[in-house]
């Protein structure tokens, strides 16, 4: 069973920041593909990031530029370091993981971290 922990939210102040983090467990950690969603209140899940096995990145346009996607695989961990934050940042922010196995492939999610940014 592969848990993801994620750790490091909290409460920043407009343009501030903050690096969340989320470690792996249960499987072959450099062959996941790791993302980085969000939901607010009343809307569904905004994927955020996204890195591959091979160090490939994407981004949502709204933040892009402020926040970076990175993982060690020594460490199994995959952070997201979130700049110039916004208020519009705020959000509950979740790790997800795509893990490919002999008998298919599987997404699993963290239990979210709350990042409120005041302005």
């Known amino acids: 069973q592969v848990q993801l922990v994620e750790s490091g939210g909290g409460l920043v102040q407009f343009g501030g920041s903050l690096r969340l983090s989320c470690a792996a467990s249960g499987s072959d950690f450099s062959r996941n593909v790791m993302s980085w969603y969000r939901q607010v209140p009343g809307k569904q899940h905004e994927l955020v990031a996204t890195i591959t096995s091979g160090g490939s990145t994407t981004y949502v346009d709204s933040v892009r530029g402020r926040f970076t996607i990175s993982r060690d695989n020594t460490k199994t961990t995959v952070y997201l370091q979130m700049n110039s934050l916004k208020p519009e940042d705020t959000a509950v922010y979740y790790c997800?993981?795509?893990?490919?196995?002999?008998?298919?492939?599987?997404?699993?999610w963290g239990q979210g971290t709350q990042v409120t940014v005041s302005s």
């Open positions: 997800y993981a795509v893990v490919r196995r002999a008998g298919g492939t599987y997404a699993y």
